[in-house]
């Protein structure tokens, strides 16, 4: 047994060792709910009024609600089965094929949003689908639900595959033993014992389109009562001055992410092993 390591009691090292655990979250927590303080403190309620009685406040919160979790809901559908090819195969171009489902992580995010707008407004494949199949993204609602897609998918696929290596193939070579088709494995052994990664991956990407600006003030703009998000909302009230009713558009942000977090990691903890 290495030195240091043959003795079951604790001594003055493991106390330290345990503070300085503590201690660093405690500075991470604590300078985070210092910086929400400080802006809580800083609106007054004349601000907070305006931001709960604007419409196109209210508009921006729902667009930007129903447009994060419909991201989430696709992204989800495209990362399970992504996820678990790129962990059970492997096939020619596979190394090519992880470093492209990683590149929107390390996208500069305006990046992200020129690269949609030149290729539905400047390629003759992104207006064909604009003007003759109709489907319209550019300034349009829909684009705001692409851009999230594409910043912020690739954190379902690369948690979805975290979880499907973390699951042992021996369990799925049983079931096929036992009579299971592939498909029945996947959906009875491998997708029941990957299921909190694969929330995690979805809270993840949650996140990141319920947060993401960049990228929209590209490609969709903040047309006010139609693609306006918070996000959006507070540069816009910032640029005008607003200093108080943008801070009071962050704090309304901070908690719906604090609700709609707590919610989802509520359902991830119940969630349990189904074989």
Same mark, same amino acid.
């Given at each position: 047994m290495a030195k240091g390591c043959d003795s079951p009691t604790r001594g003055w090292g493991d106390v330290a060792f345990g503070a300085a655990l503590f201690f660093s979250l405690a500075v991470f927590v604590v300078f985070v709910v210092v910086l929400v303080f400080a802006d809580v403190f800083y609106i007054d309620k004349k601000a907070v009024t305006a931001v709960l009685t604007s419409g196109f406040i209210r508009h921006a919160l729902w667009m930007s609600i129903w447009t994060s979790f419909v991201t989430t809901g696709i992204a989800l559908l495209f990362a399970v089965p992504i996820g678990y090819?790129?962990?059970?195969?492997? $096939? %020619?171009?596979? #190394?090519? #094929?992880? #470093?492209?489902?990683d590149l929107p992580i390390i996208f500069p995010p305006l990046v992200a949003g020129l690269t949609l707008l030149v290729f539905f407004s400047q390629t003759g494949l992104g207006r064909w689908i604009q003007e003759d199949l109709g489907i319209e993204f550019v300034f349009h609602a829909k684009g705001i639900v692409l851009c999230q897609l594409l910043v912020s998918a690739s954190f379902a696929i690369r948690s979805a595959k975290t979880a499907f290596d973390d699951v042992d193939r021996r369990f799925e070579n049983v079931a096929l033993t036992l009579g299971c088709t592939r498909f029945g494995s996947f959906r009875r052994v491998s997708l029941p014992l990957a299921m909190n990664g694969v929330i995690a991956g979805g809270i993840l990407t949650w996140a990141r389109a319920f947060?993401? $600006?960049? %990228?929209?003030?590209? $490609?969709?703009?903040? $047309?006010?009562?139609?693609?306006e998000v918070l996000s959006t909302t507070i540069f816009l009230e910032q640029s005008v001055g607003n200093l108080e009713e943008a801070l009071a558009v962050a704090i309304l942000m901070i908690l719906v992410a604090v609700a709609a977090l707590t919610a989802i990691h509520f359902v991830s903890g119940r969630t349990r092993v189904a074989l």
């Open positions: 090819t790129l962990s059970r195969h492997r $096939f %020619p171009g596979h #190394a090519l #094929a992880n #470093a492209v489902v947060g993401l $600006f960049g %990228p929209l003030m590209i $490609f969709v703009g903040s $047309f006010r009562g139609r693609t």
